[in-house]
């Protein structure tokens, strides 16, 4: 999924071109910088930074939808997963330092317009490819597998209830049913 954001790089006009209208379609989610927020107007939703840059935010958004892409997810749940980054680097100089870093390497890497800046997603999965065992990449990544799937708003669109010992483990919950062997 290729998400576009609003922001458009120093020096250009404001307004859509025909070739930005066409690279936006109907896919995907603007992301509007305002102040220390990131805002997603069309989805009313927004996410406050305190630590980290709100356009650092708005990268690691788009950098954890490059790392585990689900065109069914929001943008609101990729940010509630990229959230504790911010948190963290209240608390670590060394991981603020890490995460702005690594956000600078990815935006040079990706030249003029930066990293969210890139329409395609085959480029930008070109980059995570040749940064994938960076620390910075790595830090992400790791976070994300329990930050963006913890979240139990999104266990339904993957089928997933949750767990199950509760309600008397998988054997008598569907487990044993195995009419295809």
């Known amino acids: 999924m290729v998400t576009v954001y609003d922001r458009k790089p120093a020096g250009t ?14 896919i995907g989610a603007m992301l509007v910088i305002s102040g220390t927020a990131v805002l997603s107007p069309k989805h009313a939703w927004g996410l406050e930074t305190t630590n980290l840059k709100p356009e650092t ?15 069914q997810l929001a943008d609101k749940y990729y940010a509630i997963a990229v959230k504790g980054h911010d948190e963290q680097a209240g608390k670590d100089a060394a991981h603020k330092t890490l995460i702005e870093d690594g956000i600078a390497d990815l935006d040079k890497r990706a030249g003029a317009g930066g990293y969210r800046g890139l329409g395609w997603e085959d ?8 940064i994938e065992t960076t620390p910075f990449f790595q830090a992400v990544r790791g976070g994300l597998v329990v930050s963006l799937y913890n979240q139990k708003e999104i266990w339904p669109v993957f089928g997933y209830e949750g767990e199950s010992y509760s309600k008397g483990g998988y054997i008598e919950r569907g487990f044993n049913d195995i009419e295809w062997l």
């Open 13 to 26: 006009e404001a307004g859509l071109s025909r070739r930005d209208l066409l690279k936006r379609g109907g």
């Open 123 to 130: 480029d930008r999965v070109a980059i995570l490819h040749a």
């Open 57 to 71: 935010m708005a990268t690691l958004i788009q950098l954890a939808r490059d790392i585990y892409p689900h065109d």
